[in-house]
């Protein structure tokens, strides 16, 4: 009996029409948990690192996480790994919303895809029987309405529905899968989806999962959603609204943005408005967003409502998350309700928020730099938002200019040259970040920034507090009930650190407390990732309710594996390991883990080479950030150390 995860896998072979469900190998669940974990296993044995992004060699797997649809609150994410056009690295980007535990209860763990359809396909799973169906019909329809179409087509309104856009149909870098509340958008998930000519995978389970010790286990969930209800009682006093209380950062709910507005950049990523948030703006927005906003939702199996219901009159209505409502208003110099109406047909195309709104001011200020000229925006209106509304549908039909764009900024400034390689100037490993721009360079954030696999801040922060909190009595009052640091050292940290002075950025923290820190940050993102538990909820807001100390005890009652701290430590290292290996195997280096040049004004070569030094240390990789013989060894991954030895990317030597 296989508990928590189901222990079989759906295979599915596109070229062939081929459907299998084959049993999966428990060890390999001990090693590496699940989710992230199992899918880099399988991207490293099964995908050739020469294997193209629209190659059908590449593999496109959707994961359940260990404990998606367990009773665990927030154990819903949707794990979807492949490599990315984008980047050409492994991308794994995560969705909430349903669809996860919905798999589980089918009586899968995963869905891997491999070759391409000749024709537009969606895959109908509904518990043992599988099937591939024509999706003709479907073509150019917008995510969300697909999923309505299908539900309505097979008569099963309880079905969840991950479904692709024009974006994803159009292999658009940044397209992403949108799955009713939420939806996996980085690093071009959807346009991969589009290439192997899936529009959508619905599904359907009614079946059980089975927990190892369920007594002891429905006791732990309880005490992590009594502990949901103490902080929520309890929000963290001394830092900006967003982070004080738990889930993915509460977009919906609040309506104060001045901390965005006048932080974050407007337009390509290069101008903040330290004066834009007035009473009056306030006024405003909190009008539009409270007129728009019907009612708060949330994923499957969570109270805290991260999501909406936006319906905005004249056009369909739709579910947001998170920060789209302000990425297209400031990229295009407009207000809420422009982020509001754009939003929507954005995500009916499904493309990603972040990046997307990005690409179209890139393009504007090549425009205004007459690098693009006149004739690239023949018929584009003149009027600030229509100009986003029609460049956004150029891209997204890869029509004109909007075909070069539709690859991302760093693929399209290559493209159009003249100079436009400096207007793409907000990217890590070719990725659109934040639009953040800051002054004094912080340590912690320059190893994220430079390191994280997943290149997405939001998906590596969390825990540590951004900056220090300006009095020791604020200090103390937030470690005195600080119980998810894994050490008692970083209590120090904290208190030791301050606004100015010797003991404040960039120099302190120190390098090793840098390292620490950010080792602590990851280590709660990739088990995360590798349970399938909302990262709203573990290891992005400060003093979550999953941590270090109370997870190996969830997951050995869940699964029945022997879990402490140690081991689950050992499974992270693991699975961080072998993601490192898989992008170095791709060409990954020390020279590509870089943030924007001027993503700090004040920057510090050698700090930050040092920086560099010791994390690569810590993590028992060389210089050039490539795991070592020797830890290869120690976390049981010889097979990792001789592939990459085969191909001279690790010598005899080393280690
Ligand atoms: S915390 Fe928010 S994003 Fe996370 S599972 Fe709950 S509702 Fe979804």
């Not at 934040?434 to 590596?460: H, R």
């Not at 050490?487 to 090793?512: A, H």
Request: a negative charge; one cysteine or more; hydrophobic letters at 35%.
């Amino acid at each position: 009996m296989r508990y928590a995860e189901t222990g079989f896998n759906l295979e599915i072979d596109l070229s062939r029409g081929n459907i299998e469900r084959v049993e999966t190998d428990p060890r390999l669940t001990e090693l590496h948990l699940g989710g992230l974990g199992t899918n880099a296993k399988i991207l490293w044995d099964r995908v050739p690192p020469e294997t193209e992004p629209f190659s059908p060699d590449n593999l496109l797997i959707f994961s359940t996480g260990l404990l998606g649809g367990t009773p665990a609150t927030g154990a819903n994410r949707t794990i979807v790994s492949t490599y990315s056009p984008q980047t050409l690295l492994m991308a794994y980007s995560m969705m909430g919303g349903f669809w996860a535990p919905e798999l589980k209860y089918a009586g899968y763990d995963k869905v891997i895809f491999r070759g391409k359809s000749p024709n537009l396909i969606y895959v109908w799973i509904n518990n043992d029987k599988v099937e591939i169906r024509d999706a003709s019909h479907l073509q150019g329809k917008g995510a969300g309405e697909t999923a309505e179409l299908i539900k309505q087509e097979l008569k099963e309104p309880n079905a969840q529905v991950a479904a692709i856009g024009l974006a994803g149909e159009n292999r658009v870098y940044t397209a992403s899968i949108e799955q009713g509340r939420s939806s996996a958008s980085r690093l071009g998930v959807g346009a991969v989806m589009g290439d192997k000519g899936i529009k959508a995978i619905v599904v359907r389970g009614t079946k059980d999962v089975n927990l190892a010790r369920p007594a002891e286990y429905m006791e732990l969930c309880n005490e992590v959603l009594k502990y949901i209800k103490v902080r929520e009682e309890h929000p963290v006093p001394g830092v900006m609204t967003i982070l004080q209380g738990l889930g993915s950062p509460q977009e919906m709910k609040h309506v104060d943005e001045e901390w965005h507005t006048q932080n974050f950049m407007w337009g390509n990523a290069r101008t903040r408005k330290k004066d834009y948030w007035n009473k009056e703006v306030e006024e405003k927005w909190k009008e539009t967003q409270e007129n728009v906003r019907k009612r708060l939702i949330s994923c499957y199996n969570c109270p805290m409502k991260c999501g909406a219901i936006i319906s905005v009159p004249g056009i369909s209505t739709y579910m947001m998350k998170c920060f789209s409502k302000l990425t297209y208003t400031m990229a295009a110099y407009s207000d809420l309700d422009f982020g509001f109406r754009i939003a929507q047909r954005a995500t009916e195309y499904g493309v990603d928020g972040f990046s997307t709104p990005q690409i179209m001011a890139f393009a504007f200020e090549l425009k205004e730099a007459s690098i693009l000229t006149d004739a690239d925006f023949a018929g584009c209106p003149s009027d600030n938002e229509g100009k986003f509304f029609w460049l956004l549908d150029r891209i997204v039909r890869r029509e004109g200019i909007g075909d070069v764009l539709a690859n991302g900024t760093h693929w399209a400034a290559q493209k159009i040259g003249k100079g436009a390689e400096a207007y793409a100037h907000n990217n890590i490993k070719k990725h659109e970040q934040l639009p953040l721009k800051l002054g004094m360079l912080n340590p912690v954030y320059f190893l994220m920034y430079a390191t994280g696999e997943k290149i997405n801040i939001t998906q590596i922060e969390g825990q540590f507090p951004q900056s220090p909190f300006p009095t020791m009595e604020e200090r103390e009052e937030f470690v005195k009930d600080w119980i998810q640091v894994p050490d008692e050292k970083f209590k120090r940290y904290l208190l030791d650190w301050e606004l100015r002075g010797e003991r404040s950025n960039p120099y302190y923290p120190t390098v090793d407390m840098s390292v620490d820190i950010v080792d602590w940050q990851e280590k709660m993102h990739y088990i995360d990732d590798a349970l399938g538990v909302c990262a709203g909820l573990s290891s992005f807001p400060l003093k979550p309710p999953y941590h270090i100390h109370n997870y190996p005890h969830l997951i050995s009652s869940a699964t029945g594996i022997d879990m402490d701290e140690a081991g689950l430590t050992q499974a992270y290292k693991r699975n961080r390991t072998l993601v490192r290996a898989i992008n170095v195997r791709r060409g990954l280096r020390r020279a590509d883990e870089k943030p924007p040049e001027d993503h700090w004004k004040k920057r510090f070569p050698e700090l930050e080479e040092k920086l560099l030094d010791a994390y690569y240390k810590f993590k028992g990789w060389n210089h050039d950030g490539i795991p070592t013989k020797e830890t290869l060894h120690d976390l049981g991954m010889d097979y990792v150390a001789e592939d990459l030895q085969q191909r001279g990317i690790i010598n005899n030597e080393q280690g």
